[in-house]
């Protein structure tokens, strides 16, 4: 078997099945168990206690495949058309939605061209072992996508392209078969700190470090419970996840529009208008959902979110009795709703000099259709 002239193949058949970007790596992640260690020991996980079960096994992709002995990564860029950042972010009646949710969960569609890839790899060699993943796995994609030559790893923690920036998803096909491996990528961050400074809620604790309990994706996705007060009015009108880091990096000028349609921004999140979203029962919420990821949080946390967005928001009647109309269906609910009703009583100027700044930036001009 010749596995360069195969290498070859993976990387244009990965470019037909849709992916942007193909590379492959080994499996030898020690360099990173340590770091990863220090990570969960500080706590900076949060409540993703999957994160802290799986340990090290996220750095030994053998242990999820025995027999793997590369991994073949992938990128699917994700960029919709008219993404409207500055827009929406600027106009605190408006919801901000972070980019890569406004269209259809990339989960499934991912793990299918994976799959296909590796179904087209095992029509090539005799025997083949292979499995696909996408986020969520025990499995650290991004030092693997980094080794594989997909990009650095940016002081936010996310991956960066030279010419395609970070706004994409990852996936990964372990493999049995001895490919040959790619060089990985340089550094190019240099001495930025774009991301680190326009951080909301100081999320990013050192170079690549994000503490996940400050930060407003893990709060509005990730995390179920009551959240904390400190973070409240720096969340703005971020309901769903958060893209400041990545709207800031002067990378991202290079994003491409997404290919695939699916990523395109769906017409229910059409009108962003924060009252008609919290207006959504339960029904309405998992029909006009259907097929997102957001629909995995549940009505109760998108109303959570949503209920902390208009406490953000300036005095408005119409907030206030939308608000008051939801109190007594949830207890953890009542106590974002009480909170906010204070705050559009304080009629509170919260536009942060952060948030102007951000602001600032993005009308600039950042990536192409935004
Ligand atoms: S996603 Fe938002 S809150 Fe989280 S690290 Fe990036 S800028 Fe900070
Ligand atoms: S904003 Fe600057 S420091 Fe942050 S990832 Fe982009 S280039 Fe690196």
Known sequence: MNYQQLADKIKIWGQELGFQKVGICDIDLSEHEAQLQKWLDDGFHGEMDWMARHGMMRARPAELLPGTVRVISVRMDYLPPQAQFASNLADPTQAYISRYALGRDYHKLVRNQLKKLGQKIEQEVSQLGYRPFVDSAPILERPLAEKAGLGWSGKHSLILDKDAG?????????????????????????????????????????????????????????????????????????????????????????????????????????????????????????????????????????????????????????????????????????????????????????????????????????????
Request: glycine fraction near 6%; charged fraction near 20%; hydrophobic fraction near 40%.
């Open 166 to 370: 970070s706004w994409f998803f990852l996936g990964e096909l372990l493999v049995d078969i001895p490919l040959p491996v790619d060089e990985p990528s340089s550094n190019e961050c240099g001495k930025c700190k774009a991301c680190i400074t326009s951080c909301p809620t100081n999320a990013i604790v050192a170079d690549g470090v994000v503490d996940a309990r400050r930060c407003i994706s893990y709060l509005t996705i990730e995390y179920d419970g009551v959240i904390p007060e400190e973070f409240r009015r720096a969340m703005g009108n971020r309901i769903y996840g958060c893209d400041d880091c990545q709207l800031v990096c002067p990378w991202n000028r290079f994003a491409a529009v997404t290919q695939q349609p699916d990523f395109h921004r769906r017409e229910t999140l059409g009108n962003a208008d924060l009252v008609e979203l919290f207006e959504w029962d339960e029904a309405t919420f998992l029909h006009n959902m259907q097929g997102s990821a957001i629909r995995r949080i549940g009505h109760i946390q998108w109303l959570r979110n949503l209920a902390i967005a208009m406490g953000n928001a300036p005095y408005s009647p119409r907030i206030v009795q939308a608000l008051t109309d939801r109190l007594g269906l949830n207890e953890m609910l009542d106590q974002h709703i009480v909170w906010a009703l204070a705050e559009q009583q304080q009629q509170i100027p919260h536009t942060s000099t952060q948030t102007e700044r951000l602001i600032r930036i993005v009308q600039k001009g950042l990536p192409r259709d935004a």
